[in-house]
């Protein structure tokens, strides 16, 4: 398609006499004269009427007509082209903008584009699809913003894309601006990194549909990559044994080891290369296990006359100097736990704080505020610009939590405001965000926490709290409205209401599951009387027993296994509508089989006995 031309001026053009001369009439109009004079020629000031012919001797009402014809012909052609630039241009527009202004403000100017340059856009569109502008899309200045994170804990329990597709909406509509995403194996690894993906890692395609997704919310998403510590998902590896700090214990890296770096920097670049639209990374750094132990540290710390905290910087600093060197602008995060005991002048020595910002976190209810702010005083005196904060909304209460205490993690938020509230007391820093972080493990060897679905109203407790600053009635009513609950009931860490968000079917199946399905199994089995006198355990294993009195408790214990055989297998289907098999097998068997099993067990020995019409005991 040829580009458009700019829309015809006055004055633009000149009708010179001599084209009039050359056309070919074939009709003699006859047009008054005095019409004639009000036609005036672009460009010309004298009417049409005037012109003079001096080249040949057309009659005078030929000539006029033959002008007011040409006239009318340009006029028309004008007119064709204007409509027809109008079409394209709004086409186009539709083409190019629709996405490009996804971050941008109502009304806000910008530059024209040269209209060959759009043409060749427009093409470019049409054959390669929206690519280039989801890609535009999906970066975002957030220097001035104060963030608001979810963490999201993938080495347990990660949801299939769908789900996320459906909680992101939610998480927007709640206040999060950001997540921060810890991938551990389940990122899609490749090459020599192959080993550390899980069965069920995502796609490339998924990592893609993620960061869309997280735009389309208007959530920053922060890749977290640990580099020192908790580092169980590489190191339980054979292949990588040789890396561990000590031999035994795959918790922490061997920064003596320059194998090390390398594999840190061949991790960070695939999970970079993915993010290159990330205003941030977090690289982990915290709980560094068992540092100083193993023999390449002692013979460090001898030799150097150093510490375990000088030794801590230099990997960090190797760390963070090739991240800022390979990905311009991204910013680095990093636990701050190891910090806390390293002195200010050493922090200051490293250059850590140039590049990086420390992630304060504390998720106790009641945590000392003041002694956050000795943290925050340490950490500007060390030439850090920045500070970030970590609260909890779930997994920290219990390495087997199945249930959010709604009370004990509210509690932590009301805590870290107070903090937030009181930074003008440090203007030597600046408080840029908070993550609120859901452990779906301490660690990559211990159980499930709780399931994400079931910290749900913990999160949006959390979130409103943090953005309304306080928990307010008036956030309380957000949140029911939000989350389809009639009323919460902070101490009992229940909800009223069967619910309306993601997911909440499977938290209501939790609900039950942890509260009833022990108890019933429980007290069917163990308080009745009659199982008690005549199908104990020794009935059981001697295979007798008298029909007559196992027909007196049989029919309740059929009635609560059927029932609950009947609910475990649509809460399974739940679970498999969001999770992947492997976290469905683990949760049922941590949570489901040990007292299902129990029952189970009992009806099976139940039927086989009373089918046996009161025989002798086995020996």
């Known amino acids: 398609m040829e580009p458009s031309s700019p829309e015809p001026q006055a004055g633009a053009q000149t009708i010179r006499p001599s084209s009039l001369c050359i056309a070919q009439v074939e009709q003699n109009h006859t047009w008054d004269v005095r019409a004639s004079a009000e036609v005036a020629l672009p460009g010309r000031s004298r009417p049409a009427s005037r012109v003079p012919c001096e080249d040949m001797a057309f009659p005078r009402n030929q000539k006029l007509n033959l002008l007011r014809l040409t006239v009318l012909l340009i006029v028309a052609l004008a007119g064709i082209k204007f409509i027809f630039r109008d079409s394209v241009t709004l086409d186009l527009h539709k083409h190019i903008s629709k996405d490009n202004d996804f971050w941008g403000k109502a009304g806000e100017e910008k530059e024209e584009a040269n209209p060959h340059n759009q043409a060749l856009e427009l093409s470019v569109v049409k054959i390669m699809g929206p690519k280039e502008d989801t890609k535009k899309q999906l970066s975002m200045d957030f220097s001035t913003t104060e963030m608001r994170l979810v963490h999201l804990d993938l080495k347990g329990a990660a949801p299939k894309v769908s789900y996320l597709e459906q909680v992101f909406p939610l998480l927007s509509k709640l206040g999060a601006n950001g997540i921060l995403v810890e991938y551990e194996d389940m990122f899609p690894f490749k090459g020599e990194l192959e080993t550390l993906k899980s069965s069920y890692a995502y796609s490339e395609d998924d990592i893609e549909k993620i960061q869309r997704l997280a735009a389309l919310n208007k959530l920053e998403v922060v890749p977290l990559v640990q580099t020192f510590g908790h580092v169980e998902f590489i190191l339980k590896h054979d292949k990588y044994r040789y ?72 990997h960090i600093k190797e760390v963070v100097n090739f991240i800022v060197n390979q990905y311009k602008g991204l910013q680095v995060l990093m636990w701050d736990d190891m910090l806390r005991k390293i002195s200010m002048g050493a922090i200051q020595e490293s250059g850590i704080p140039k590049h990086a910002s420390p992630v304060l976190w504390f998720y106790a209810p009641d945590f000392d505020t003041e002694q956050i702010g000795k943290f925050i005083s340490k950490y500007a005196d060390s030439g850090f610009k920045s500070v970030w904060f970590a609260s909890a909304f779930k997994g920290t209460t219990g390495p087997a ?67 309304n600053g306080g928990f307010t009635e008036a956030t309380n009513k957000k949140i029911l409205d939000v989350l389809g609950f009639q009323n919460i009931h902070l101490e009992k860490s229940t909800c009223e209401g069967n619910g309306a968000f993601p997911g909440s079917e499977i938290y209501r199946m939790v609900e039950q599951i942890n509260g009833q399905l022990k108890e019933s199994t429980a007290k069917v089995l163990e308080e009745e009387s009659a199982i008690k006198g005549w199908f104990s355990l020794y009935h059981r294993k001697h295979r007798f027993g008298n029909p007559r009195n196992l027909e007196n408790f049989g029919s309740k214990v059929l009635k609560v296994h059927e029932d609950w055989e009947n609910f475990i297998q649509n809460f399974r289907s739940q679970l498999e509508s969001i999770y992947f098999p492997d976290t469905v097998e683990e949760w049922m068997e941590e949570n489901v089989n040990p007292y299902m099993d129990r029952l189970r067990e009992f009806v099976r020995d139940y039927r086989e006995i009373i089918r046996l019409n009161a025989k002798p005991k086995a020996l």
């Open 401 to 467: 939590q199945a249930w959010t205490p709604l009370n004990y993690h509210l509690k932590n938020h009301l805590s870290w405001l107070k903090v937030i509230q009181a930074m003008s007391k440090f203007p030597l820093i600046k408080f840029q965000g908070i993550a609120l972080t859901g452990w779906q493990r301490y660690d990559h060897y211990s159980v499930l926490c709780e399931l994400l679905p079931v910290g749900i109203p913990s999160l949006a407790m959390c979130l409103q709290t943090l953005v």
């Open 243 to 314: 890396l561990r700090e000590v031999e035994r214990f795959p918790n922490s890296l061997n920064p003596h080891v320059p194998d090390t770096l390398s594999l840190l920097k061949s991790i960070l670049s695939q999970v970079m290369d993915k993010h290159r639209h990330s205003s941030w990374i977090h690289i982990g750094a915290d709980e560094v296990f068992h540092l100083g132990e193993g023999m390449d540290s002692k013979n460090w710390i001898s030799l150097n006359n150093g510490d375990v905290g000088k030794m801590y910087l230099n």
